[in-house]
């Protein structure tokens, strides 16, 4: 990651995002020396990989499986 201070961060903001975007470049922003952000390209989240968690469960039962007549709610039947 290239390092970069906090004025030559707003006076090139947009050269810098083309740079990311093009290169994908990542970018440290400084102040006085010290590190106060990261300038990164954007990661765009996947819908197709489920979460973790989601991957170890299983159902018991079919969930498009329509209710019995008793399993109605009264108001209902």
Do not use: Y
């Amino acid at each position: 990651m290239k390092t970069i201070n906090v004025h030559e961060a707003k006076t090139h903001l947009s050269s810098l995002l083309a740079r990311i975007e093009s290169a994908r470049e990542a970018f440290v922003i400084c102040r006085n020396g010290q590190p106060v952000a990261d300038l990164v390209p954007h990661k765009q989240n996947t819908r197709i990989k489920p979460h973790p968690e989601l991957s170890d469960m299983t159902i018991a039962f079919d969930p498009v499986e329509p209710l019995s007549s008793d399993e109605w709610p009264k108001a209902n039947r």
